[in-house]
């Protein structure tokens, strides 16, 4: 089986720009989560997803941050009217109901110009 | 306010010496987490301990919960352990179990 993919891998974009990124996990993993990791720094919790349900978005930095996983699987966080401070990477994970242990994509290298 | 420390920040060895890298948390927890980063950003899990002592391989974790203090040691360090290790809390009897992360400490091993 394949594990947890993120799409794409490198992004650049001009500062106002809005930007989508894509997260595919595990087949059957309920949950999903989004983290963001600026440049020396560990991942920072955004937003967490049972199935389609968005049950915590506490972490979400901003209006201009949205996520969603309408059915359940595939997930995107969308960054809209993007700022230099955006620049890091997103990182997803996925885990199945129940099991503490997550398991992460690759993440998405954000630069923000 | 959960936080994760983690020391030391940055640690270079030479190939062979045994490694210590310490975490400590400050809320109870369900479990504590050690992962390895890769540049390139990948990040796998190595161990997720409540309790107790943890080994696989050349790598060794444990974790006091009276002190909330947990430890990763590998043992005859190589070049290929050089990577970002770090250490996460989660407490799995909230919402979600979200991670928790400390900032990682970056290992380099020498030949």
């Known amino acids: 089986g394949a594990g947890v993919s993120q799409s794409p891998r490198y992004k650049v974009a001009k500062r106002g720009q809005d930007v989508a990124l894509r997260c595919d996990p595990i087949?059957?993993?309920?949950?999903l989560f989004w983290y963001q990791q600026a440049l020396g720094q560990g991942p920072e919790f955004l937003t967490y997803?049972?199935?389609?349900?968005?049950?915590?978005k506490s972490g979400l930095p901003s209006d201009r941050f949205f996520a969603e996983r309408p059915e359940g699987s595939v997930s995107t966080l969308k960054i809209q009217r993007t700022q230099q401070e955006d620049s890091a990477v997103y990182l997803c994970a996925s885990s199945l109901w129940g099991e503490e242990t997550q398991y992460f994509g690759p993440g998405t290298r954000l630069l923000v110009l | 306010k959960n936080e994760v420390e983690q020391s030391p920040q940055n640690l270079t060895a030479q190939e062979g010496e045994f490694i210590t890298i310490n975490c400590s948390y400050s809320?109870?927890?369900?479990?504590l987490h050690w992962l390895q980063q890769h540049p390139g950003g990948g990040i796998v899990s190595l161990f997720m301990l409540s309790s107790g002592k943890k080994k696989h391989g050349r790598l060794i974790a444990t974790i006091n919960i009276q002190e909330k203090h947990s430890s990763l040691h590998i043992t005859a360090s190589h070049p290929r352990d050089s990577a970002v290790y770090i250490c996460a809390d989660s407490n799995y009897g909230g919402s979600q179990g979200n991670l928790i992360f400390g900032k990682g400490t970056k290992l380099s091993v020498k030949p």
């Open positions: 809320v109870g927890i369900s479990a």
């Open positions: 087949s059957g993993h309920v949950s």
């Open positions: 997803f049972q199935n389609e349900a968005q049950l915590d």
